[in-house]
Structure formats: C-alpha cells, structure tokens
C-alpha cells in the first residue's frame, strides 16, 4: 500500500508520472477513477484552497469527499501511546485512523505544528500516526512538508517554461517576511522538490539562523547528486537574485527560536526588505515568481510583482486541483 506523505518517498519516475497525470487531468478535468470511492478529509488546521481542491477534484473524478475537523464536528483526538485520556481528546488516533479506513478508500491529513517544541513537532506525529495505523492511503494535505503544494508548483514550472525537463534553471527559494513566524512546510518542499528536479538551487535567508532543518537540507544535498543540480545557501539579496530564472517566497521562522517568537521578532522585524518587488525581479532572468499563497501583499511581496506577468502563483494554486486528483488516482489504483 502507497501513501503520499512526502515527495522524497517516491521514485522520480513516479513522480514525473504524477505530474503527467496531472497534466493530462488539466485538459479533460471530468473523469471516473473515484466512481464508488470516498476519501476523508481530517483537517486539524484552516484551509481554503487545500479543501476546495480535494472535495472538487474528488468529485470531478466521481468520487465523495467527506470533510472532518476534529474539536470542531468531529471528537479531539488523542496521539501519544500510554497517555491516561483524562483530557480533552475523546478518542485515540488508534481507532479514529482504522474506522475511517474501513469506511473510506483514502485519508487525507492536514496538521501543522504545535510550535512548542521543533523536536517534537519535527516527528510529524499525527500524520505518521494516521499512517501507522490505517489499511488505506494516507495522503498529507500539510503538516510539516507539503508535498501537494511541491507537486503543484513543478507542474506551474513546466507549464511556464515549456519544459518537463527543469535542469539548469537557475532557482531562488527566499525568505521573506511576516508580522508571524510561519510553518517550515512549503520551504522544506520546494527545496527538496527544486533539487529533485535537477535546478540550480540558491537558498537566500537572512541569516544562518534561517537555514532549514537538516532534514530537508540533507535530503537537498542528496537530490543535487542525483539529479546533477546544485545547492548553495546565501544571505546576500543581488548576488542571490541575479540571473534567477525563478524566484519562490515564502516566510518561515527561525528553528533556534522555534516556540519562543517574542526573541525572534526584533530580529525578523530587521529583515522587512527581503520583500520580492520590482528591484529585485529586475536583476533575474526576467525570471517567474510564485508562492503558495495566502499571500499579504506588500509584505511578503508588492502589487507590481504580484499583478505582473511574471507572477505565476494563481497557475500553481489552480494546479493544486490537478496533482491532487492524479494522486488520488494514483492511490485507490485501477
């Protein structure tokens, strides 16, 4: 049985046969490769695009998407073993994960961190929990990656530059800022996508402090070597951004501060001009630019970049429609 937990876990092979599907989905979006099939959506954290996507594309392809929100229409859940449930969770994830999957042919997760602790929440313990304990895929809709989203933007690359084959771009994944440290996910994935992918793969922060976890950087530097990309780490803005072919924001918190915001903040706070504007655009490759949205504008990046013909963020959140239902596809099989 194959679940969908993180990109790294799949075959490239499997993955170009993800984004084909995908590809091919675009074009003719009705299908029937969930006739009679159902998938659980458990949503532990908001979403809008996330649920949109996966309860249309579940019924574009015939099939029924039931969506849970547990503490809210569904029981609180409890994850750790041995725990005495005296608390608030009504019922272990131990059965919550086996039920399901004797009613459902898929369960789709979306759980971010506590932003507590980053040892812990580095487990990614309710996904890995769901997919401990249930008998059919797991597909992580979010939580500490966010392969979806990875597999989203590839297919926005592709469409955009013509190509399947995205080695030899020249990539700037760059922090930016946001009044709130945010979730490492969508930046562990697009660096582990973009290596995999074979681009040339510039990491631009304001500080060591910035870097990713050294899961996802290790997992970078074992793509590059497969895939005959590079990775470099920068905290320099022009020499980061000159000759970009693209460049893909997002803002994440710094791990040493992780679950102690209030230090980071003046420190963050002294970042505000890793903004993506016009300047900056102006020194790539007349480069694209995306991200995963939401977005504030004219704080992660300005109006002029946004509404510019470089910005391909609406093409990736659309593509999220697409991935999603060639994974679904995928799991439940012929």
């Keep these: 049985m194959e679940h969908f937990l993180n990109t790294q876990d799949w075959p490239r092979a499997g993955l170009d046969a993800l984004l084909a599907q ?19 959506l458990v949503f532990f954290n908001p979403s809008m695009r996330t649920r949109t ?16 929100q547990p503490g809210k229409d569904a029981w609180p859940i409890e994850f750790d073993l041995g725990t005495v449930m005296e608390g608030e969770a009504e019922e272990h994830v ?3 994960a086996r039920v399901l999957a004797r009613y459902v042919d898929l369960i789709g997760v979306r759980a971010f961190p506590k932003f507590i602790d980053w040892s812990i929440d580095r487990e990614d313990r309710v996904l890995q929990a769901f997919a401990k304990y249930s008998t059919v895929p797991v597909i992580n809709m979010e ?13 926005a690359l592709q469409e955009h530059f013509g190509v399947t084959d995205l080695r030899g771009k020249k990539y700037v994944l760059t922090w930016t800022y946001h009044p709130k440290p945010l979730n490492t996910a969508v930046a562990n994935s697009a660096l582990t996508i973009a290596t995999r ?59 040493p501060y992780f679950g102690n915001w209030a230090e980071e903040k003046p420190i963050r706070d002294r970042y505000k001009h890793f903004i993506v504007d016009e ?15 939401p977005l504030r504008r004219n704080v992660k990046a300005t109006d002029g970049v946004m509404d510019s013909p470089a910005c391909i963020a609406i093409e990736e959140a659309e593509n ?15």
């Design 22 to 40: 995908a590809a091919a989905f675009k074009r003719e979006p009705a299908g029937d490769a969930l006739r009679g099939r159902s998938i659980a």
């Design 53 to 68: 996507s996966f309860e249309l594309g579940a019924f574009q392809l015939g099939g029924h998407a039931v969506v849970l």
């Design 94 to 96: 131990a059965e919550v």
């Design 143 to 155: 939580t500490i990656t966010h392969p979806c989203q990875e597999l989203a933007h590839a297919l």
């Design 197 to 255: 992918l074979g681009m040339d793969v510039t990491l631009l922060c304001p500080t060591p402090d910035y870097v990713l976890d050294e899961r996802y950087m290790g997992w970078a530097e074992k793509n590059v070597v497969e895939s005959g990309g590079s990775l470099r780490v920068s905290h320099d803005i022009e020499s980061a951004y000159a000759g970009a072919d693209v460049v893909y924001a997002k803002s994440w918190g710094a791990l």
């Design 279 to 293: 300047r900056k655009m102006a020194l790539t490759n007349n480069g694209v630019f995306s991200h995963c949205l």
């Design 320 to 334: 999220r429609l697409h991935v999603q239902k060639a994974v679904m596809a995928r799991l439940v099989g012929p």
